[in-house]
């Protein structure tokens, strides 16, 4: 388990997560609040693997990771109810560097 700092930006918006995180086997776990206000880790998945050393730097890495989501709800605002996406993918810009 390394302790890093993250930056995360979902790409073609301007929404951005970033503080204190870890990565363990490979993977990004951060802390986040859904809609509702309630905690949960946030898990990116295969992010040292995806993503590669920034130039000139020592501890820093930066890279694209995409996740597959399935069985998302989406609200239809013309119908006035939720649909069901079966699959949907997100391409995260991901860069982090390691604290300790």
Not at 29 to 45: D, H
Not at 79 to 97: A, C, G, Q, S
Request: glycine content about 6%; some cysteine.
């Amino acid at each position: 388990m390394q302790k890093v700092v993250y930056s995360v930006t979902k790409v073609n918006k301007d929404e951005k997560l970033k503080g204190v995180g870890y990565l363990i086997d490979g993977n990004l776990l951060i802390a986040s609040t859904s809609s509702k206000g309630n905690p949960y880790i946030r898990v990116f998945e295969d992010v040292a693997g995806k993503c590669h050393k920034v130039v000139n730097t020592e501890n820093e890495y930066k890279g694209y990771v995409t996740i597959a989501y399935e069985n998302i709800h989406v609200f239809n605002k013309e119908k006035n109810h939720y649909d069901t996406l079966d699959y949907v993918e997100t391409t995260y810009f991901i860069w982090y560097k390691f604290i300790d």
